[in-house]
Structures are given as C-alpha cells and as structure tokens.
T-cell receptor
Framework: DGGITQSPKYLFRKEGQNVTLSCEQN?????MYWYRQDPGQGLRLIYY???????QKGDIAEGYSVSREKKESFPLTVTSAQKNPTAFYLC????????????FGDGTRLSIL | RKEVEQDPGPFNVPEGATVAFNCTYS??????FFWYRQDCRKEPKLLMS???SGNEDGRFTAQLNRASQYISLLIRDSKLSDSATYLC???????????FGKGTKLSVIP
C-alpha cells in the first residue's frame, strides 16, 4: 500500500531531552512537510523540503530541526530548546506543484513527562 | 484579516439535513483550494479539491467565489459518518505552502 508512515504514534519527552519523530513515504513524492497542531488550532508549518538535501523553515521552526537525506524520509527532531513541545505532529507529502494537495501520515502525539 | 477564516461551529444537524460551510481567504493571489476532513484525534484527509467552475462529488459540492474570496462546502443528506471537523485549505503567500483554517466542527445527530 502506498502511503505515509509516522512513528511512534505516542512519544514522551523528558526535560532537556531531544526526541526524533520518523516520517517515511512510498508515494514517490518530492515534497515533504512537518506540521504541528494544538487543540482547537489549525495546522502550523514547521519545516518543508522540496528535494533531497534541501529544506526550508516554516512559520514555527524554532526549537526544531530536520534532515532530508533520502527522498522517502524526513525525520523531525524536537530539541530541548522547544519549551512547549506537547502537540500533535503531522507529516505530509505531495507532488511539488502548487495545485496538488498534501497527503498526511497518521501523526505522532508528543507529551512532556 | 486572518489568512483563512472559518466559522468554528459546532454545527449540530439532524440526519438527512443539508448543511453549508463557508471559508474566507485573504490572499487574492491564491490559486489552489481544498477541503479536508479531520476526525477526532486523527490526521486530516483530503475530501475534495475546489475548482473555479465548482465541483461535485456525490453528496458534496464545493464552490469558489474569487471576487469575494470565499469557498463553500455543501453537504446534502447528512449521514452520522459525516460528523467531523472540516478544514478549509488555501495555498498561501508562498505559493507552494498551504494555509489551513482552524476548521468547522459538524455533528450529525440521529
């Protein structure tokens, strides 16, 4: 089945700890994205990547880092500098075309211990 | 003005009712428009793209009014399974970035 796989589904972070969220897609999409969703809020863009080895900051990149070493993979690291990391994190991918929709993985819920 | 604005609801409607949602957007240069649905604690899923001429998919009809910068979604013959939050999505200031509205919550009641 083609799709986007995020793992883990639930993640707990201790104070001062970095954690990495995995996102893998087998849709052969060039573009990948990371969003954060807080309760009752819209999705906010953290980072996006158009091609391998290239990525751009979104609206709320502070405290996060990404890499794009393979077309299929776009992991997100939530660093200790992100002081309010509790949220629902969604990874998406799309054809790099402004008329194309994005398709989402089923998300990772991150909480503070 | 917010980039993408939706009435948060909730809209509580009986089964079989027709319900309409509107969404306004601020960037007149926007070219792509979509409706997504999001179930509680799940990921957003594409419901339909919105084309200039309007488009229909079964019980769902989407319309675009560029002059007034709004998009609408009409759901006919509502089912219990239509209960979800509906997200209006527009490509934003950077044309490859999508801007999501906060969503309109629909509850279809038996």
């Amino acid at each position: 089945d083609g799709g986007i796989t995020q793992s883990p589904k639930y993640l707990f972070r201790k104070e001062g700890q970095n954690v990495t969220l995995s996102c893998e897609q087998n849709l052969n999409h060039d573009a990948m994205y990371w969003y954060r969703q807080d309760p009752g809020q819209g999705l906010r863009l953290i980072y996006y990547s158009q091609i391998v080895n290239d990525f751009q900051k979104g609206d709320i990149a502070e405290g996060y880092s990404v890499s794009r070493e393979k077309k299929e993979s776009f992991p997100l690291t939530v660093t200790s500098a992100q002081k309010n990391p509790t949220a629902f994190y969604l990874c998406a991918s799309s054809i790099w075309d402004s008329n194309q929709p994005q398709h989402f993985g089923d998300g990772t819920r991150l909480s503070i211990l | 003005r917010k980039e993408v604005e939706q009435d948060p609801g909730p809209f509580n409607v009986p089964e079989g009712a027709t319900v309409a949602f509107n969404c306004t957007y601020s960037n007149s240069a926007s070219q792509s428009f979509f409706w997504y649905r999001q179930d509680c604690r799940k990921e957003p899923k594409l419901l339909m793209s919105v084309y200039s001429s309007g488009n229909e998919d079964g019980r769902f009809t989407a319309q675009l009014n560029r002059a007034s910068q709004y998009i609408s979604l009409l759901i006919r013959d509502s089912k219990l399974s239509d209960s979800a939050t509906y997200l209006c999505v527009v490509n934003g200031a950077g044309s490859y970035q999508l801007t999501f509205g906060k969503g309109t919550k629909l509850s279809v009641i038996p």
